[in-house]
């Protein structure tokens, strides 16, 4: 693997937006250890009068980013550092997942394009590789989508991370979602921590984050239920639609076994 840094592109009318959030958090961290070099650029530097957007053809309201400036942006790019990846904001585009993200941080350069107004002038799309999306609805500008991008990325970085093995417990990465997570005092307001989680007994823990795993996932997500499951997987996943709880199951568990 390359040990250059990734190189993160944005394209923005309002750069400020982007640069301010990378001051902050795992992203400022990854620019801090040289795994990821960031340029935000504004895209009023590349039209002579400062002004990237006019009218669009046809009579719709509204105003459109000219396609010279940001195809001029998009040159000076690849003249430097050579041809990035390149992503464009749209509604309708590409959703970003979990996935997504971890072959985005495998791209040795990348530029988010951040749409604005009522959109961008289609000839941009010469260039463009992918749309990208947050979800079906409709945001002011890309900006934050470009900080969605950067922040999914700059965590996957090799070296990144403290507690890299983290990684392996995300939701959408895992087969299953999260599981349910709690630190000290053990008693607040009533509420204590489970029991499990205070045994000191490993192979106990496991089974409570998987049992809770796959119960977060049919209740907040039944849409991502695997198909493939393993015995002990589709033994919870009975048990769970069945309405036991984890410690009925884990009794009939052990007594089966």
């Not at 991008?149 to 090799?158: N, S, T």
Request: charged content about 35%.
């Amino acid at each position: 693997m390359s040990s250059e840094p990734l190189r993160f592109f944005v394209l923005s009318l309002f750069p400020e937006t982007v640069a301010c959030y990378a001051r902050y958090g795992i992203v400022r961290k990854a620019i801090k250890e040289g795994k990821l070099e960031l340029k935000v650029l504004n895209l009023r530097d590349y039209d002579p009068k400062g002004r990237p957007d006019d009218e669009p053809f046809g009579g719709v309201p509204g105003m459109v980013l000219k396609a010279e400036p940001i195809l001029k942006a998009y040159d000076e790019i690849v003249e430097r550092y050579g041809r990035p990846y390149t992503l464009i904001t749209e509604p309708w585009g590409r959703k970003i997942d979990q996935r997504f993200l971890e072959e985005l941080s495998k791209k040795e350069r990348l530029l988010v394009i951040c749409g604005r107004y009522e959109g961008v002038d289609e000839r941009v799309k010469s260039v463009v590789d992918e749309e990208v999306s947050l979800g079906d609805f409709v945001l002011s500008g890309g900006e934050p989508v470009a900080i969605a991008l950067l922040d999914g990325v700059a965590r996957l970085l090799p070296g990144v991370l403290n507690e890299p093995e983290s990684l392996k417990e995300d939701s959408f990465r895992n087969k299953w979602l999260g599981y349910p997570v709690y630190t000290r005092p053990r008693e607040v307001r009533g509420m204590k921590v489970p029991e499990e989680l205070l045994s000191g007994h490993h192979e106990l823990i496991e089974l409570w984050k998987l049992w809770h795993r796959i119960e977060n996932t049919v209740k907040k997500r039944p849409d991502k239920l695997p198909e493939h499951l393993t015995e002990l997987e589709r033994d919870i996943l009975n048990s769970i639609l069945s309405g036991k709880s984890f410690r009925q199951w884990l009794k009939e568990r052990f007594r089966r076994l």
